[in-house]
């Protein structure tokens, strides 16, 4: 599967953004998506996931509640929806997948294909 993160931009804090990250050359369906940030100066770290099996999503604690992961088969995209957004948001956005069961609570590494990724910016 390759795939394409898309929908970063400029906003200002409070408002919202929706990330799609699109699959090719195979389904998303049978994959754990996760959404990972890394802001400069900073270790990449899971914002989101969603499982392959039966589409259950995790958030880190500082998005729980604003951030929102979603699969649109027929689309083959995953989606991250994000509200109240603050400047600490800001970082570069990355997609990626994983058919490991444990993906989405695990270690990083178990996500093997990777997105270019889309750069979020959040001003104050």
């Known amino acids: 599967v390759q795939l394409q993160a898309s929908g970063g931009g400029l906003v200002q804090a409070g408002g919202s953004l929706k990330l799609s990250c699109a699959g090719s050359?195979?389904?998303?369906?049978?994959?754990?998506v996760g959404w990972f940030r890394q802001a400069p100066g900073k270790e990449r770290e899971r914002v989101s996931c969603?499982?392959?099996?039966?589409?259950?999503?995790y958030s880190a604690d500082s998005v729980k509640g604003r951030f929102t992961i979603s699969r649109d088969v027929a689309k083959n995209t995953v989606y991250l929806q994000m509200n109240s957004l603050k400047p600490e948001d800001t970082a570069v956005y990355y997609c990626?997948?994983?058919?490991?069961?444990?993906?989405?609570?695990?270690?990083?590494?178990?996500?093997?294909?990777w997105g270019q990724g889309t750069l979020v910016t959040v001003s104050s």
């Open positions: 990626a997948t994983s058919r490991h069961i444990y993906a989405c609570s695990g270690s990083q590494d178990v996500f093997a294909t």
């Open positions: 050359g195979s389904s998303l369906r049978g994959y754990s």
């Open positions: 969603i499982r392959a099996s039966n589409n259950m999503a």
